[in-house]
């Protein structure tokens, strides 16, 4: 079945800087790709979700690519902020049904 | 806008016990999971529904029964709780069309 790899499982950035984060997938099929943050004792709130014909989304100062040859997604934060601390999740899957999340990402921005 | 509510937030239970989560949605979506996540394994679905009386095995299903009842509700059943099911259950629902789920914010259960 699919195999999701997040990474890295810790980011600490300054604030400014960019955090970068990203999944590898293993099954071709796979056409549902977003990610997700959770902030400190909440559920999970999506960001930004891409279809597998799009390549590169962009939304309020986050970057979504998709380069599905090599079967890897990722999130770019561009200037990070304290308010951007949590966890990210990556999930892809081949239709809603059965999504796949990675094992997230505890990203902390540093003032 | 879309809400998910879970019930109860917190919740202790003894080994053997019987916990019942409930999950109530008001986005009129015909799908609904139960996740679990614990530190190191991320999100793990367990059972999910397609709608009223349907519900599926997910990943993780064995020591857990679901119930979906109406469109709306969506409970995950512990027939005898083990403290291996210790973890914080997550509530979502979601529709293909529009690429994303919706979560409850989430229950913590110990089981002692």
């Known amino acids: 079945g699919e195999q999701v790899e997040q990474r890295p499982p810790h980011l600490s950035v300054r604030e400014g800087d960019s955090a970068i984060i990203i999944c590898t997938y293993t099954d071709s099929a796979t056409a549902y790709f977003s990610w997700y943050k959770q902030e400190a004792g909440a559920g999970l709130q999506l960001l930004m979700s891409v279809l597998s014909n799009v390549d590169r989304k962009e939304e309020q100062g986050l970057t979504v690519l998709l380069n599905k040859k090599e079967k890897r997604l990722s999130l770019n934060l561009t200037a990070a902020h304290p308010g951007d601390s949590a966890v990210y999740f990556c999930a892809v899957g081949a239709n809603a049904y059965k999504v796949i999340f990675g094992k997230g990402t505890h990203l902390h921005v540093l003032p | 806008e879309a809400a998910v509510t879970q019930s109860p937030r917190n919740k202790v239970a003894v080994t053997g016990g019987k916990v019942t989560l409930s999950c109530n949605q008001t986005?009129?979506?015909?799908?609904m999971y139960w996740y679990r996540q614990d530190t190191g394994h991320g999100l793990r679905l367990i059972h999910y529904s397609y709608g009223a009386g349907s519900t599926e095995k997910g990943d993780i299903p064995d020591g857990y029964k679901a119930s979906r009842p109406s469109q709306e509700n969506f409970s995950l059943i512990l027939e005898l709780a083990t403290p291996s099911q210790t973890s914080v259950y997550f509530c979502?629902?979601?529709?293909?069309?529009?690429?994303?789920?919706?979560f409850g914010a989430g229950t913590r259960l110990s089981v002692l």
């Open positions: 979502a629902s979601g529709e293909w069309s529009q690429n994303t789920l919706y």
């Open positions: 986005n009129n979506h015909n799908n």
